[in-house]
């Protein structure tokens, strides 16, 4: 190659403006940022401009807007879609529409590449290549489009290389490689990352092709662990194209960053089973890629080579597939954090407004019990609100009792968590939980504790001598429907937009001082279990049965009333066909018998709207703004069950459970003081029964004040956007909460919305970890479970056996999930109860037995098990046995 001049189609990447990416595109760009101190073999680069030349023919130009308009019809048009306040998409349609949008958009994508083959290149371009290439010399010629290598989105692998190209096959390779920009896997890539195929370009470098005796990929971070302190290297003699393509064994070389250890796994090739590169050579690239992650600010996946002993780096991209690492407390030791979405049974990304709410939220009621470690108690990382667990795994007394508490809630969480405290334990920061606190505030924290042992023991001792135990829920709901309400109604009296959100986002903390008092009822079941299992032992089976059967529970309520709302469709013949002709609401109330079914079905909408599926993300739409799924509950009733059979169920479980209190007091009345045993087990058995009632009521309270602060949040969002502040409503989730209150007090927004969005969708597509590191390490104790294997095993958390087809369930408000299917889903939480209605057992990614999902499943008798992983082990359509009291899903075919 000859010098360094510019013109408008082809650009040395040693020249300045070589480095906007909308002249060179990401690739082009980030070599001509790197060659300035790093060994980048020298190229030029073919501009964006050039390939908009043979764009802009208008037959192609035509192409690529009906593969737009393609892709927007679908969107539109698909069956069962719903789209999230966000801007992400949920596909409930059909397997046959997908084909069949495949297939048009491939076809249309050819005669795209085709048209562009055809094109005829600006005037001048091909002899300028001529004029700057060697004609003895080897190319490399590399797609470089502007909308890849980005931060959300790398479009790796998705655009042409090509190598061993002679000079005059350059022009060819050039116009191939901008053809790629409609290559079907980048068609598909754009449209998942939400890229308009007409706002992307391609620039081509064309390099000196390195003569590699090795080649191969460095990550500045560990792709397997997620542990930014150890850079990764796979390394193969040859080109890098086989190591990239896995076309051949690569070494494996691990680097740990801190210490500059290595260890060097070598690959299982033909010939001799020698290092590809010398300890020298793999600290040179190291120390090379500890630059090119300074220089871009994130992990990097770079290409390099090594010729006659010099290391060439081919290009960088930011690691896009690496979850984002909490914030590092103020310390340099290492912090450990547990995820709070997954102790809530739910491991979707929030948007950021949400995140923060909840980490304020938590931080308050950290510090009120004392809870004060080195940094922040907890921080939001990919939409996930995380909280530190570090002072609590660096004692051995709090790590056991933190791990007891996990038994119940979250027992998949305590292998991990222990297995870092064992491993990396003498790397933990230094910091107790009470760590920070004055004498005096100590002192206040203990007398705190005091005053709540004591409230709690008032508590126990009240229900004790309460002779109507069977009334506890009820008066519980009261309670929470009166909390809520007058939250509510705080919350109105704000004269401004902003001041209804200030007072929205912080009613939450008033709502944690109302709790206790119904928390201590819910906490004095394991009382009354405790004292119910010394009286009777080895009577386990007896114990699941007083936890079903609970009419009293909120949730059983509403599955209640909503299979009496399937009961009236089935007293109407063409409301009945309406239903289950998928009509919506106002279709249904128009057929015979319409207006009886919808005020029935609006009651349960009076009642139970304000919740909805993922319902501590309240950026998510309430059963009132959308009841589709409701009446897709009704629907799946009607296609296979029976008037009655709910309520029939409920009074089934509740004879069990009689009979499982006969058996008790049996067994208690059996030896030493017999008859006075036996005289106990009633009464505690009907308190354990009332108690169990109330657990799910605290979360149904706050569901209502969630339901009222999105409605002040979105009503912020308009008065933003009629401002001209946001494009739409729905921006307001990407702000966090001190700049949503700033925006409402007039100042400008200081961050990129469009960033924020783009990064909240690459949250939505990674898989969150339930503990993570402060050096990234995403700890995993035990693999997910294998997609192979006849037999899964995971925790029991609800006993029985049942045999059934496997539904796949991601979102509740699409799903038809039929009676007798197993439902199988990642998570579950209150706005998926309406599908226990018609489900005849349970398989959660995740939970513990006091989660949710796990506590519905006992109170409605169906069997389940937490198995991480199981979405993707299982299959829809698969015949699967749900064994909920070993902790086992056996496949059945």
């Known amino acids: 190659m000859t010098g360094d001049r510019t013109d408008q189609y082809v650009v040395a990447l040693s020249d300045p403006s070589a480095t906007d990416r909308s002249i060179t595109g990401g690739k082009g760009a980030n070599l001509a940022r790197m060659q300035t101190d ?11 401009a050039a390939s908009r030349i043979l764009l802009d023919d208008p037959d192609v130009r035509e192409a690529i807007d009906r593969l737009e308009a393609d892709r927007d019809g679908v969107d539109g048009n698909r069956a069962g879609e719903t789209s999230d306040p966000n801007g992400g998409e949920t596909n409930g349609g059909s397997d046959t529409v997908g084909e069949s949008t495949a297939s048009k958009t491939s076809e249309i994508a050819a005669e795209i590449r085709d048209r562009i083959d055809a094109q005829p290149f600006p005037d001048g371009l091909e002899e300028t290549l001529e004029a700057r290439l060697d004609p003895r010399a080897t190319y490399a010629v590399r797609s470089s489009a502007t909308a890849e290598d980005r931060a959300d989105a790398s479009f790796a692998g998705q655009y042409d290389t090509i190598l061993d190209v002679g000079a005059s096959g350059v022009p060819d390779a050039v116009r191939d ?27 081509v470098v064309v390099q000196r092709q390195v003569d590699a005796d090795a080649a191969g990929v460095l990550f500045t971070a560990d792709p397997t662990t997620g542990r930014r302190t150890v850079a990764a290297i796979d390394a193969a003699p040859g080109s890098g194209e086989a190591v990239v393509s896995g076309t051949i064994a690569t070494d494996e070389i691990r680097v740990d960053r801190t210490t500059g250890q290595i260890e060097y796994t070598v690959g299982d090739r033909e010939g001799p089973t020698e290092h590809t590169l010398t300890d020298e050579e793999v600290r040179t690239l190291v120390a090379f890629g500890d630059e090119i992650e300074a220089l871009f600010g994130s992990p990097q996946d770079i290409e390099w080579a090594v010729a006659d002993g010099t290391v060439w780096i081919l290009q960088a991209r930011p690691i896009t597939t690496l979850f984002p690492v909490p914030a590092q407390g103020i310390d340099d030791g290492l912090h450990v954090y547990y995820s709070f979405n997954h102790r809530q049974g739910m491991d979707a990304a929030m948007p950021p407004l949400v995140a923060d709410y909840w980490r304020r939220g938590i931080e308050n009621n950290a510090r009120r019990v004392g809870y004060s470690p080195s940094g922040p108690i907890c921080t939001p990382a990919g939409g996930i609100v995380y909280m530190d667990a570090t002072p609590l795994l660096g004692s051995d007394r709090l790590a056991g009792r933190f791990f007891g508490v996990l038994e119940e809630a979250d027992r998949e969480a305590i292998a991990p968590l222990n297995d870092v405290r064992e491993r990396r334990g003498e790397e933990f920061a230094d910091g107790s939980v009470l760590g920070g606190l004055s004498a005096i505030r ?25 002779d109507s135990p069977a009334e506890f829920p009820a008066r519980t709901r009261e309670w929470g429907d009166s ?27 008033e709502f944690t001082y109302e709790v206790p008092g119904q928390a201590f009822r819910i906490w004095s079941s394991y009382l009354y279990r405790g004292a119910l299992e010394r009286l009777c032992p080895d009577a386990d089976a007896a114990f699941e049965a007083l936890e079903r059967g609970l009419r009293d529970n909120v949730t059983t309520a509403m599955m209640l009333e909503l299979g009496d709302a399937a009961d009236v469709a089935r007293g109407h013949p063409a409301v009945e066909r309406a239903i289950l002709e998928e009509c919506d609401l106002a279709t249904v109330r128009d057929r015979p018998g319409g207006e009886a079914f919808a005020a029935a079905f609006e009651e349960v909408l009076d009642r139970y709207g304000f919740r909805a599926a993922g319902e501590i993300d309240f950026s998510q739409p309430r059963y009132r703004d959308d009841p589709a799924g409701l009446l897709a509950t009704i629907r799946a009733s009607l296609e296979t069950g029976s ?14 459970a009689d009979d499982a209190i006969d058996r ?58 009629d401002a001209g502040v946001l494009d739409d409503r729905d921006e307001v989730w990407l702000l966090e909460i001190d700049e949503l209150l700033a925006a409402l007090d007039g100042e400008p927004i ?13 949250w939505q597509d990674l898989r969150a970890p339930r503990v993570i590191t402060s050096d990234g390490e995403m700890v995993k104790a035990s693999g997910p479970a294998d997609p192979e294997a006849d037999r899964l095993e995971g925790t029991p958390t609800s006993g029985g056996v049942v045999e059934g087809r496997a539904r796949i369930v991601t979102d509740p408000e699409t799903a038809d999930l039929a009676a007798g299917e197993i439902l199988v889903a990642p998570h579950t939480d209150p706005g998926w109860t309406p599908l226990f209605l018609n489900a005849a057992g349970l398989v959660c990614d995740v939970g513990g037995r006091m989660s949710h999902g ?40």
């Open 38 to 48: 790093l060994p980048v073999p020298e190229g030029i680069c073919v501009t964006a």
């Open 177 to 203: 490689c901008v053809a790629s920009l409609f290559a079907d896997r980048a068609v598909h890539y754009r449209e998942e990352n939400d890229v308009p195929h007409a706002a992307v370009s391609m620039a």
């Open 442 to 466: 100590t002192l206040s924290t203990l007398v705190g504790f005091a005053g709540t042992a004591a409230r709690f023991l008032g508590t126990v001792v009240g229900d004790l001598l309460d």
């Open 483 to 509: 909390v809520a309400e007058r939250l509510i109604e705080d919350v109105r009296t704000g004269e401004t937009d902003r001041e209804r959100v200030r007072l929205a986002l912080e009613a939450y903390e």
């Open 643 to 656: 008037e009655g059979d709910h309520r029939e169920r409920i009074r089934r479980l509740e004879r069990e």
């Open 664 to 721: 008790l007091e049996s067994v208690a009345g059996q030896g030493l003081l017999g008859s006075i045993r036996r005289r106990l087990v009633r009464p505690l058995a009907v308190r354990y029964r009332a108690t169990i009632a109330t657990r799910e009521l605290p979360k149904y309270a706050l569901s209502k004040l969630l339901a009222e602060t999105r409605d002040q949040v979105l009503s912020a969002g308009d008065a933003l956007g």
């Open 750 to 762: 200081g961050v990129d919305l469009a960033d924020r969005r783009a990064e909240y969708r690459r």
């Open 854 to 893: 796990s506590m519905v499943a006992r109170e409605y008798g169906i069997p389940a098990v937490v198995v991480p992983g199981g979405t993707d082990a299982i299959e829809t359509g698969e015949r699967i046995r749900v064994d909920g009291t070993r902790g086992v899903v056996e496949r059945l075919e």
